[in-house]
């Protein structure tokens, strides 16, 4: 099928097809020549790779000495970082082409009452994911969509444990407030 | 030709991830709390089609494909699987759908992007005292499903895929509450 991504084409098409699915096979077909062109899609490693610049730049000493930085290696010799950049175009794409505008601060448990505290959870999940991912070797996109499409099973196992403890997560925050009845 | 490819596959992604939803917090804690299937049967689906393909090609141009299969230590990648878990669920964004959001003009993505450089930077502080030991518990090294099974890669690929597509069509997308 071929359309241009405007607008009024694509509320037509995802009156037919829902867009979880279209998109779906797009990003798996994407997935797959993201690996014939380089290398598997990944995200996490370009936050410590940013971190070694700033360090290099900052703190050069402590950067040359520093086990991790040495290991993940520099931001713009890997693909990861343009594959970030692109992340960025891509959202803003998106959702200007498409007329949406998305809330600046948007509340995601019973709990989040201002905008103070939905920033406070923004910024510890923000935190936990990171240093999470870089405990496994990979986040969503590292581990779970390509570690998962080349059958890694690294990439199961770190699946397990994020929707183990992120369904309880999120249940939880949702539920612990009904209780209380507040 | 790697920045270029990896930049237009980048400006792609993001926008499925834009237009799926995902990159709304909203979105993704409904799916935490299975209230909405939607963007877990968006992974699902893309990982299906993905296997598929990359192991069809296997077949035909081995030599062309550029595998980066991550070393499976078992205690390491549960534990961070755990720890992301529970990110996630608190803030509703992962590191890509955050970039994302940062991109659609989201604040408190911009915020959980904050707090993953924070969080990046505190790691390669404790990285050589407290992760580098852990990481070496039972590694396996790199091996995927078909080494486990010591079955045809394409085989594997050819039953899961479709065991995912079967998972993905009998779910339903909005789920019905039963309260």
Request: positive net charge.
């Given at each position: 099928m071929s359309y241009s991504p405007s607008g009024g084409a694509a509320s037509e098409r995802q009156s037919r097809y829902p867009a979880w699915a279209f998109y779906g096979v797009l990003f798996g077909i994407l997935g797959a020549l993201s690996i014939l062109a380089w290398g598997p899609i990944g995200v996490s490693g370009t936050y410590p790779r940013f971190i070694g610049e700033i360090l290099e730049l900052v703190a050069p000493s402590y950067a040359g000495s520093n086990e991790y930085i040495q290991k993940v290696g520099?931001?713009?010799?890997?693909g990861e970082t343009f594959v970030v950049i692109g992340l960025l175009v891509g959202g803003f794409l998106g959702a200007r082409l498409n007329r949406e505008k998305a809330p600046a601060c948007e509340m995601i448990?019973?709990?989040?009452?201002?905008p103070a505290r939905r920033y406070r959870d923004a910024f510890i999940g923000g935190f936990l994911i990171v240093f999470g991912a870089r405990i496994a070797g990979g986040?969503?996109?590292?581990?779970i969509i390509s570690g998962i499409t080349q059958l890694s099973v690294s990439g199961f196992i770190f699946a397990a444990g994020v929707f183990a403890t992120g369904i309880f997560t999120a249940k939880t925050l949702k539920g612990r407030h009904q209780a209380t009845g507040a | 030709m790697t920045p270029l490819y990896a930049t237009l596959v980048g400006i792609a992604m993001g926008f499925f991830i834009q237009r799926v939803r995902a990159s709304s917090p909203g979105m993704i804690v409904r799916n935490l709390r299975l209230e909405n299937l939607s963007v877990i049967k968006f992974m699902a689906l893309t990982m299906a089609v993905g296997m598929i393909l990359v192991y069809t090609l296997s077949l035909f141009v081995p030599s062309l494909l550029h595998w980066d299969i991550k070393p499976t230590y078992v205690l390491g990648v549960l534990l961070g699987g755990l720890v992301f878990g529970v990110g996630f669920g608190v803030g509703g964004y992962c590191p890509g759908t955050s970039v994302v959001g940062m991109g659609e003009g989201r604040k408190d993505a911009m915020v959980a992007v904050l707090g993953g450089i924070v969080g990046a930077f505190v790691f390669t502080v404790v990285y050589s005292v407290l992760i580098a030991p852990l990481v070496k518990v039972m590694d396996f090294g790199k091996i995927t499903l078909a080494d486990l099974t010591h079955q045809s890669p394409f085989v594997v690929a050819l039953v899961v895929g479709v065991l995912f597509l079967i998972v993905i069509k009998l779910l339903p997308t909005e789920v019905q509450k039963s309260r």
């Open positions: 520099h931001l713009f010799s890997k448990h019973p709990s989040e009452k201002t986040c969503t996109s590292g581990h | -």
